[in-house]
């Protein structure tokens, strides 16, 4: 009896021992090489749109309200066609006059019989995420929220995105339409991307409409200001300066949340000149419980991270030319060579403490040479290759948002002239008589050996 408390005595050690060693329950999500708990995230050069830091960048998961930079994308390319103009007036619809009495949603409420301009809807989207208004801006560009939502999957597919599902405007779960979302899809569908290609989305918004951030920066405004509909709109954005969770330089760009797509952030900040774009996606802290805090505390260090260990370096200036590779051969030219340098420099964001591991290589075009020369003529600025970046190491580089790897095009220095017939004939008699030459030694040698 006494053996078999023992046994029991050990086995209940044990157990406390695996407990206290491991833990009682487990988070959500490990934590990553930068801290974060998020089912995904991405941190991009805005400018290069050469990515700095990704982690299951490429899975399809909810955007929720991130869905609206394509709205924001299409609504300003509408205006900038004429299509539409931004003091042009909406009649509300009972589609958007039902869902704007919402107000478990971010929501402007808007007048069965009220009208309301572009402009005016735009502010409400950008600054308080309005669904409605959203919606309306569809309804305006579109004829329908349906026929909108084909534009924005034939706009991402245009811009080169992947993995993406838009099924409504707003990026709301199709359950909360009210039974009014567009045909096609269920009423548990909701819009889905990559965090990969929500930063491609907001990349191109920023680079084609930088005119976004005049408005997605403004802390609060009041819709409808001097009217009983007037509402104060506080941006969801909460690191914009004089927020809870303020960052210097932060001016956009845009908050989701849904409980299918979690705490979700698309956000941007500029410093010294230097503007990045960092997307997280399902944010929860580390026991696992997703909140607003989460998602800015992980963009927080996004930032931090970007800001502080990257630089932008300039490895080839213009003008470069390679040690031993200065020139290339001519063919049928007047001149026996010509000199090849790099057109524009090469400059890169890359981590400061990585910048010695990458070196150029010279990447001559093969097409553009007969027997291993440049046949003549050749016109200054003939491009005959490019320069590219090769990690020493061999360690993964993330690349660029787009796809493309940082070059500089090769091109030759100066013109190069055909030589006339004269030449070319005295140069084949040359070669021919040099032929004989070496066929006559050669005969000769061969017979002392």
Avoid at 79 to 94: A, L, N, R
Wanted: a negative charge; glycine letters at 8%; charged letters at 25%.
């Amino acid at each position: 009896m006494k053996k078999m408390k023992n046994r029991w005595l050990s086995v209940l050690c044990s157990a406390v021992l695996l407990v206290a060693v491991f833990g009682a329950t487990t988070p959500a999500q490990a934590e990553s090489a930068l801290g974060l708990h998020v089912d995904a995230a991405i941190l991009i050069d805005a400018d290069s749109g050469k990515i700095l830091y990704e982690e299951n960048a490429d899975a399809p998961l909810g955007i929720a309200s991130m869905s609206k930079m394509m709205v924001e994308y299409l609504l300003f390319e509408a205006i900038d066609e004429g299509s539409i103009t931004w003091d042009q007036e909406y009649k509300v619809t009972d589609y958007t006059y039902k869902v704007s009495q919402n107000r478990k949603l971010s929501n402007v409420p808007l007048r069965r019989d009220g009208s309301y301009t572009i402009k005016e809807l735009y502010e409400a989207l950008a600054i308080y995420s309005a669904n409605a208004a959203t919606i309306a801006i569809a309804e305006t560009i579109g004829g329908t929220e349906k026929e909108f939502v084909k534009l924005m999957n034939e706009k991402a597919k245009e811009l080169g995105l992947k993995d993406y599902k838009f099924v409504n405007s707003t990026g709301l779960n199709n359950k909360d339409l009210q039974g009014m979302h567009p045909e096609g899809s269920g009423p548990e569908d909701e819009n889905v991307m990559p965090a990969k290609s929500v930063a491609k989305l907001s990349y191109a918004l920023i680079n084609d409409y930088p005119q976004v951030l005049d408005t997605t920066k403004i802390p609060t405004k009041v819709f409808r200001e001097g009217t009983s509909d007037a509402i104060n709109m506080i941006n969801w954005n909460s690191m914009l300066p004089g927020f809870l969770y303020a960052y210097e330089g932060v001016d956009g760009l845009k908050t989701g949340t849904t409980d299918f797509a979690g705490h979700c952030f698309t956000g941007t900040a500029i410093r010294d000149g230097k503007r990045v774009i960092a997307v997280v996606m399902k944010a929860v802290d580390a026991k696992g419980e997703g909140s607003y805090k989460a998602r800015f505390d992980a963009t927080r260090s996004l930032f931090d991270y970007g800001f502080s260990q990257f630089s932008e370096v300039e490895f080839v200036p213009e003008g470069y030319q390679f040690k031993g590779e200065e020139t290339m051969k001519v063919l049928k030219g007047k001149e026996k060579e010509v000199a090849i340098q790099v057109k524009e420099p090469i400059k890169m964001m890359v981590r400061t403490s990585e910048k010695d591991q990458y070196t150029p290589k010279l990447v001559i075009d093969k097409k553009k040479l007969k027997d291993g020369s440049l046949l003549a003529p050749i016109k200054k600025d003939t491009v005959v290759g490019h320069v590219e970046l090769v990690k020493k190491d061999g360690s993964e580089d993330y690349g660029y948002i787009d796809g493309k790897n940082v070059q500089s095009e090769v091109v030759t220095k100066e013109a190069v002239e055909k030589a006339g017939w004269f030449s070319l004939a005295m140069g084949g008699i040359g070669h021919f008589f040099s032929g004989l030459w070496d066929s006559g030694t050669g005969f000769v040698k061969g017979l002392f050996n």
